[in-house]
């Protein structure tokens, strides 16, 4: 059993920058692929980052491409998201959870053990 806690998410004014961390307990989170999804107030769910078991592949969502950096450091059983340039359509919970099926790094329904959120805030 893998538990993940989100951590660094914060009220930032546009333009700022905040760095979010993804603590996991557990054996085997370096062998599991990681992703960070956020959801807008009434928005549904979506796909923000991935990054493979190693680090040496990462995805992004168009949106936040260039902006945001995913990195991992499996000594520490921890995954970072990086966020800069943050804007107000940034606002949102976000969420990392493991990678358990299917080839997309895009689709929630491949991740598993879901933290319970950080709340970023992104005031204009």
């Known amino acids: 059993q893998v538990q993940l806690v989100e951590s660094g998410g914060g009220l930032v004014q546009a333009g700022g920058s905040l760095r979010l961390s993804c603590a996991a307990s557990?054996?085997?989170?370096?062998?599991?692929?990681v992703g960070w999804f956020r959801q807008p107030p009434g928005k549904e769910r979506e796909f923000v980052a991935g990054?493979?078991?190693?680090?040496?592949?990462?995805y992004y969502a168009d949106s936040v491409k260039g902006r945001f950096t995913i990195s991992r450091e499996n000594a520490k059983n921890t995954v970072y998201l990086q966020m800069s340039s943050l804007n107000p359509d940034d606002t949102a919970v976000y969420y990392c959870?493991?990678?358990?099926?299917?080839?997309?790094?895009?689709?929630?329904?491949?991740?598993?053990?879901w933290g319970q959120g950080t709340q970023v805030t992104v005031a204009s």
């Open positions: 959870a493991l990678k358990c099926r299917g080839n997309s790094y895009y689709r929630a329904a491949h991740y598993d053990y």
């Open positions: 990054i493979t078991w190693n680090g040496g592949t990462t």
């Open positions: 557990g054996r085997t989170f370096s062998s599991y692929a």
